[in-house]
C-alpha cells in the first residue's frame, strides 16, 4: 500500500529487482503468480474483476467482466487461471489464457480457499458441512474427491503441489 493506494508488485530475487506492476489508483490485491504470468483481484471498474498480467510481453488483460457478481481466491497454472465466482454459493472458474472460460463442477455450495498446481484443484467447501472440508478436482479426469471429513472441525486455506495438499 503505497501512495495511499494498494498495488501489485513483483521482485525478482535473482536480480535483486523491485518492479510495480500495476499503477491504477484503485485496489488491486490477491495476487498469485506462476511461470511468466500473475493474475490479481482489481476494483479499478468499481468491482472486483480478474486480472492477469504477462512478463514475457509485459501486457495485462481483464478476464472477468461480470461486475455484479463477487470473484475471490484467484490462482494461477501455466496458462490456466482460476477463481471463485459468486455472492451466495460459489462456482469454480477455469480461464485459459487465449482461451475460453468455463465454469467447472460442482456450482453452489459455498468455497473458500482455491489453489491450482498442474491439472489439480484444492479447496474447502461446506456443502456437507457447517466447518468446511477440503476438496480436490481433478482437471483431466473430471474426478472429485472429498480429502477431508472431521464433523465438528473446520479444515481451510488448502495449498497443492503434485500428489500432496495441506490445509489448517
Same mark, same amino acid.
Given at each position: 500500500?503505497?501512495?495511499?493506494?494498494? %498495488?501489485?508488485?513483483?521482485? @525478482?530475487?535473482?536480480?535483486?529487482?523491485?518492479?510495480?506492476?500495476?499503477? !491504477?489508483?484503485? $485496489?488491486?490485491?490477491?495476487?498469485?503468480?506462476?511461470?511468466?504470468?500473475?493474475?490479481?483481484? !482489481?476494483? =479499478?471498474?468499481?468491482?472486483?474483476?480478474?486480472?492477469?498480467? !504477462?512478463?514475457?510481453?509485459?501486457?495485462?488483460?481483464?478476464? $472477468?467482466?461480470?461486475?455484479?457478481?463477487? +470473484? *475471490?481466491?484467484?490462482?494461477?497454472?501455466?496458462? *490456466?487461471?482460476?477463481?471463485?465466482? #459468486?455472492?451466495? &454459493?460459489?462456482?469454480?472458474?477455469?480461464?485459459?489464457?487465449?482461451?475460453?472460460? /468455463?465454469?467447472?463442477?460442482?456450482?453452489?455450495?459455498? +468455497?473458500?480457499?482455491?489453489?491450482? +498446481?498442474? $491439472? =489439480?484443484?484444492?479447496?474447502? @467447501?461446506?456443502?456437507?458441512?457447517?466447518?468446511? !472440508?477440503?476438496?480436490?478436482? %481433478?482437471?483431466? *479426469? &473430471? /474426478?472429485?474427491?472429498?480429502?477431508?471429513?472431521?464433523? #465438528? *472441525?473446520?479444515?481451510?486455506?488448502? @495449498?497443492? @503441489?503434485?500428489?500432496?495438499?495441506?490445509?489448517?
Amino acid at each position: 500500500r503505497r501512495n495511499g493506494n494498494w %498495488d501489485i508488485y513483483l521482485y @525478482d530475487l535473482g536480480a535483486g529487482v523491485e518492479r510495480q506492476i500495476t499503477t !491504477d489508483p484503485a $485496489t488491486q490485491n490477491s495476487p498469485a503468480i506462476s511461470g511468466n504470468g500473475i493474475v490479481w483481484l !482489481d476494483e =479499478r471498474h468499481g468491482t472486483v474483476e480478474v486480472y492477469y498480467y !504477462d512478463l514475457t510481453t509485459n501486457t495485462e488483460q481483464r478476464i $472477468t467482466n461480470n461486475q455484479l457478481v463477487l +470473484k *475471490s481466491y484467484p490462482a494461477i497454472e501455466g496458462s *490456466s487461471i482460476v477463481w471463485l465466482q #459468486g455472492n451466495f &454459493g460459489h462456482v469454480i472458474y477455469l480461464h485459459t489464457v487465449g482461451g475460453s472460460t /468455463q465454469a467447472l463442477p460442482p456450482p453452489g455450495s459455498t +468455497k473458500y480457499g482455491l489453489d491450482i +498446481k498442474g $491439472t =489439480r484443484l484444492v479447496w474447502q @467447501d461446506y456443502r456437507f458441512s457447517l466447518y468446511g !472440508d477440503i476438496f480436490s478436482l %481433478d482437471l483431466i *479426469s &473430471g /474426478q472429485e474427491r472429498q480429502l477431508t471429513n472431521t464433523p #465438528g *472441525s473446520g479444515e481451510g486455506a488448502p @495449498d497443492i @503441489d503434485g500428489n500432496l495438499v495441506v490445509w489448517e
